[in-house]
């Protein structure tokens, strides 16, 4: 497939600002080069760090004017440039969220990503739940798993467990034989937190987290927290924890400064999914995690709500922005 003078419909933003600064608008589509894979984009899943790049507060600033935006995509491959040899025309892909996103940002009909940001799709999965997939499910698996040592027995404190990550990293702790200690802020998600297989829920609102995790552990204390927010709750988190155990802060959603606990000895991980996503082993080694529980049925993402058609990603991100789901929202993509 040869794409010389064709273009595609991507999302752009110029300024910085709320959801109604993201446009839809004709780019031009280069043909892939070398180690470069050109992706029809089936259904986009979007991600907390989207909204915080599109406004101006994530840890890299957007070029402006003209970014792209969106790390994570289902889609088939439709055309490869030279020196691709481990994917083909029609291949089903996945982006795999290890890229600068105003650059190769997925928010499109068609995308030409390198090679080595894609993984693939696994055998089976349809494209909404594959772009619901990689990036929760890998920030699970490499936070708690590869980098926070999380292992069978151990209780585990998910904060923000509403949230893709979070039903996520409630069902990988599953898969790993933990126990899941979720958060939330409130009561109206606690029944539904419970049916995805949190062992318990504590509502930060109303309850005192590091009485109610010592009171779930014995008097113990949880082994992992593993944490989306920071700012001044995270010491919060490492009080909670037994001597010894371990705190993973993946997120910033509070934007003041972290504090960290004195309940020492702690080991404090400030965990980049980017940097493990861009090794060929954490690549394979949550591949491997994603696809058998995939499989098996022990992970399985829960859609908060599907929009239909790039003109609807501005709606998308007012949901994910009013707290109110549950789970990933997806944009199926028309092209």
């Known amino acids: 497939m040869t794409t010389t003078g064709m ?28 180690g470069e894979v050109l992706v029809r984009v089936e259904a986009i899943g979007l991600n907390r760090a989207e909204a915080l790049f599109r406004s101006g507060t994530y840890y890299y600033p957007a070029t402006l004017p003209g970014s792209r935006l969106g790390y994570e995509a289902a889609g088939v491959v439709e055309a490869v440039g030279t020196g691709v ?115 318990h829920v504590i509502a930060t609102d109303t309850e005192d987290l590091v009485g109610e995790v010592r009171r779930i552990t014995g008097g113990a204390g949880a082994d992992l927290a593993f944490d989306a927010i920071g700012g001044p709750g995270f010491a919060r988190l490492g009080d909670a924890l037994r001597p010894g155990g371990t705190a993973v802060l993946y997120g910033w959603l509070d934007p003041r400064p972290t504090e960290l606990s004195r309940n020492w000895p702690l080991t404090t991980h400030a965990y980049a999914n980017g940097v493990l996503a861009r090794t060929e082993e954490g690549r394979r080694r949550a591949a491997g995690f994603i696809g058998s529980g995939l499989r098996d049925g022990s992970l399985a993402p829960v859609i908060a709500e599907t929009f239909d058609g790039l003109e609807r990603i501005a709606d998308a991100h007012r949901l994910m922005e009013s707290n109110a789901h549950l789970g990933k929202i997806v944009v199926r993509v028309s092209s």
């Open 7 to 34: 273009t595609t419909k991507a999302v752009l933003f110029h300024e910085l600002g709320g959801p109604e600064v993201l446009t839809v608008e004709e780019v031009p589509l280069p043909d892939p080069g070398p």
């Open 85 to 199: 040899t481990a994917y083909a025309p029609g291949d089903p892909v996945m982006a795999a969220a290890n890229f600068d996103f105003g650059t190769y940002g997925v928010y499109a009909e068609r995308v030409v990503l390198p090679e080595e940001y894609v993984v693939a799709r696994p055998e089976g999965v349809d494209a909404v739940t594959a772009a619901a997939v990689w990036l929760s499910y890998f920030t699970a698996y490499g936070g708690m798993v590869l980098t926070g040592g999380l292992r069978p027995g151990d209780h585990v404190v998910v904060t923000g467990a509403s949230s893709g990550v979070g039903t996520a990293a409630v069902q990988t702790a599953l898969r790993i034989g933990a126990v899941p200690i979720a958060t939330t802020r409130g009561e109206g998600k606690r029944k539904r937190l419970l049916e995805l297989g949190a062992a």
